[in-house]
């Protein structure tokens, strides 16, 4: 028989080897539904029907059914149906793993949608989804409204016309984001599954544009995807993506795209949801995108939005210095909202009076720049620049220079090398800077025109500390991130810095998921500026925030960099580092030429200065890499030349660790009773040192020895005391890997319920950590409860 799969959620299907078996229709097809709805249960006769003419509609269905007849059974004077491959049964399995987005994607319709005569099994099943839909939340990621909103009346009756995909494209200023962001905010209503937003920083002059896998990840992850299920593959995360959005409700805000390609793959792929994307390019070449040209304001709307920002009053009472200030600001939005905002602020000043200022301005850049198409902006900026404050106009400049997409108060002070607080209010009020959820950010046009302002002298000296900002930052978010790990003497900071000091590891995170494009900007700024020595440390102070989020590719990039900084300091220390950094990416990429040639080159630095305890660090690294070649006698050799090395240098702890991994290789090579003497050495060895996170390891090996040798309860035993030294030392990862060897142990013994337990913590921790050994255990999990289904 082929491989048989039943389909239930949402119209009732039969598959085999991935061919849709024909059921016959009527009656029969209603027995089956009940059937199916009670899998692995005896239905008696009397629940489907009539009890003379049910034996003929299974007759007929186990003829439809072929080579799967096997799974409808007689059992007395009822049926079973076995079933061991579902959607329900993977619905559920995903529910009970917290995959709720997931879960949801299994589902066609409504349940037995197609089937008559099964309406309460269908209604509870309808409720199970609509249970799991409670847990999934709804995406709300639109900014908010602008304040003083005008116009645009057209543009938006234009986008209120059905259309999957709109590109709301023009030049730069004229408005294209605020009116995406009226509309889908206005038609909110019409979207009840959620909205999903991006700035894609496809002309942002200080910014690469944001790669498509990185605005998907936000996606996912917004879409109820935990970290641990986080497709790796660009292809997979599309899927997954559209896979998710399939079905559902949503309207998506591609902002400020760069090209065509920057957006398909965040294209859903079906018509229930609308996309809308601004660029300033047409994106002809996108296939059946609907493009709304923005023009400049017309007067009536340039009146409107004069009106919305400084009151009825001023306009009415000087119409023709209104005029004029439409004229001089070209029409564009941009440019109006920050000459109204410079009117707003100053009660005294008329509107004739701020023409004349604008004028002048603009008379100056004209004789500066000739020929500058956006002059009419450039000379709204100038005339609020020029009344800032000093600090506001400090802060002004350096902000141009800050590489973005935003930057927190915190960052800014820094960034000044004073108390920023009052600076952005002032900028904020001026219309310079927006303000988005304590994030601040310039629109590319000001960043462009601020960064000219800033003498180089000053720009150096902001960027050194914005790099220190960052550094420091880093390095305490990472310090919380659970992993003992050899720290380095960080760079000192430079006066003015005032770093961002979170409280714990869940802030932590959060923080290196906020500010992961600044870090990677700034390690490359870091790296330009030849701040030699941050140019190195920040991105070591990345390393667990890269490595749990699977983002091998851009770390050993930034890696790369950090090497190249760290060989012009010619700091061997720092080299030898980079390079075992670098080994680590390529480990991950299962490239293990290339990792053993980065650690060979640690090696030898470490050889060249005497550093016997990096080159054991080393050695043990090397003994991880043969193990995974199943080279084990290679890898011995090395936790041997490692065990040497922490001898000689009186390094007991590391001593200690490598002993350990002596006798895990000792035992993977079969020798268990050599294998449990070395361990047990060890144990003690860590014990009388308190290290509790090289007992939990080593203890875990002796388990596995014992497991080996036949010894079920004592390896239990030994598990459970490795799980409990685990958590001492604060080491999840540790636990949750743990948890899985203990529940095969577990089901050796046939306690299948406490395989489930253990499987069940062990899931959760990795999902917690993003780690990608989750995998693994869902389908532990998913086989014992086939197996127990089936039983």
Avoid at 121 to 148: I, Y
Avoid at 216 to 229: D, N, T, Y
Avoid at 685 to 702: C, K, P, V, Y
Wanted: a negative charge; aromatic letters at 6%.
């Amino acid at each position: 028989m082929g491989d048989v799969r039943f389909l239930m959620l949402g119209p009732l299907q039969v598959m085999v080897d991935g061919q849709e078996i024909a059921l016959p229709a009527g009656r029969s097809r209603t027995i089956f539904a009940a059937l199916l709805a009670n899998a692995g249960e005896i239905v008696p006769v009397e629940e489907l029907g009539s009890a003379s003419s049910t034996p003929q509609a299974v007759s007929r269905l186990r003829r439809a059914l072929g080579e799967a007849a096997d799974c409808l059974r007689t059992h007395g004077t009822g049926y079973l149906l076995h079933v061991t491959n579902s959607d329900l049964r993977d619905f559920r399995s995903l529910r009970d793993q917290g995959r709720h987005a997931e879960a949801l994607t299994l589902w066609r319709g409504k349940a037995f949608e197609d089937v008559g005569g099964v309406h309460d099994a269908a209604a509870k099943l309808d409720a199970e989804r609509e249970a799991v839909q409670s847990l999934v939340p709804v995406p709300r990621q639109l900014p908010g409204m602008l304040a003083q909103f005008a116009g645009r009346d057209r543009e938006l009756a234009a986008l209120a016309k059905p259309a999957p995909v709109t590109v709301v494209s023009g030049t730069a200023g004229i408005g294209k984001t605020a009116l995406a962001v009226q509309w889908c905010n206005e038609a909110g209503e019409r979207f009840p599954d959620g909205q999903l937003y991006v700035n894609l920083r496809g002309f942002d002059p200080a910014f690469e544009p944001m790669r498509p896998g990185h605005a998907l990840r936000g996606f996912l992850g917004m879409l109820g995807v935990p970290a641990a299920r986080m497709p790796v593959g660009h292809d997979d995360q599309v899927a997954l993506y559209r896979k998710l959005v399939a079905g559902r409700n949503l309207v998506v805000l591609l902002d400020n795209a760069r090209d065509a390609a920057q957006v398909r793959p965040l294209l859903p792929g079906h018509d229930g949801c609308a996309v809308v994307i601004t660029s300033r390019d047409r994106m002809k070449d996108l296939d059946g995108a609907r493009v709304l040209d923005l023009d400049v304001l017309t007067d009536t709307e340039a009146v409107a939005l004069l009106t919305e920002r400084v009151g009825v009053s001023p306009v009415t009472a000087e119409p023709g210095a209104v005029t004029r200030l439409i004229t001089l600001c070209g029409g564009l939005p941009l440019a109006l909202s920050i000459v109204g905002a410079r009117a707003a602020t100053d009660p005294h000043l008329t509107l004739a009076a701020l023409a004349d200022e604008l004028a002048n301005e603009q008379n100056t850049l004209d004789f500066l720049d000739t020929g500058d198409p956006t002059t009419s902006v450039r000379a709204a900026f100038s005339l609020s620049y020029n009344r800032l404050s000093t600090a506001a106009a400090t802060l002004f400049r350096l902000l141009g220079v800050h590489p973005g997409p935003d930057i927190s108060a915190a960052a800014a002070t820094s960034l000044a090398g004073f108390d920023a607080g009052t600076a952005l209010l002032e900028l904020t009020r001026a219309n310079l800077v927006t303000n988005s959820k304590d994030r601040y950010e310039l629109h590319d046009l000001v960043r462009v025109y601020a960064r000219e302002l800033a003498g180089p002298v000053e720009t150096r000296a902001a960027l050194h500390r914005a790099v220190d900002h960052y550094l420091h930052s880093a390095h305490h978010a990472d310090s919380l991130l659970g992993e003992d790990r050899r720290h380095f003497t960080i760079a000192a900071a430079q006066p003015g810095v005032s770093p961002e000091l979170v409280a714990d590891e869940e802030q932590a995170w959060q923080w290196f998921e906020t500010e992961n494009q600044v870090l990677i900007a700034m390690s490359a700024l870091a790296s330009a500026e030849r701040f030699d020595v941050q140019a190195w440390q920040l991105p070591w102070c990345l390393h667990l925030y890269f490595d749990r989020e699977a983002r091998w590719r851009e770390w050993n990039a930034l890696l790369t960099t950090a090497l190249e900084a760290a060989q012009r300091l010619g700091d061997d220390d720092a080299v030898a580092r980079m390079h075992h950094l670098v080994a680590h990416t390529w480990f991950r990429f299962t490239d293990f030429d290339r990792c053993t040639a980065h650690l060979h080159s640690a090696l030898e630095l470490y050889g060249q200065n005497g550093n016997k305890s990096g080159a054991a660090r080393v050695h043990r690294s090397l003994c991880a890499v043969y193990e995974r070649l199943r080279n084990l006698e290679a890898s011995v050799h090395h936790v041997e030349l490692a065990m040497d090395l922490f001898a000689e240098v009186d390094d007991r702890m590391g001593l200690a660790s490598a002993m350990g991994d002596f006798g895990w290789n000792l035992g993977l090579l079969g020798r268990h009773e050599e294998a449990l003497r070395t361990c047990r050495r060890a144990m003690e060895l860590n014990r009388e040192l308190g290290n509790r996170f090289a007992e939990a390891e080593t203890l875990d090996s002796i388990a596995y020895n014992l497991r080996k040798l036949g010894e079920l309860e004592d390896a239990a035993h030994h598990y459970q005391l490795s799980v409990e030294a685990a958590r001492t030392s604060g080491d999840r990862y540790g636990v949750a890997v743990t948890l899985v060897s203990l529940g095969d142990v577990h089901l050796d013994l046939d306690n299948s319920e406490d395989a489930r337990k253990a499987w069940t913590e062990a899931l959760r921790t990795f999902e917690d950590l993003g780690q990608p050994d989750a995998d693994a255990v869902r389908a532990k999990l998913t086989a014992l409860s086939g197996a127990s289904s089936s039983g």
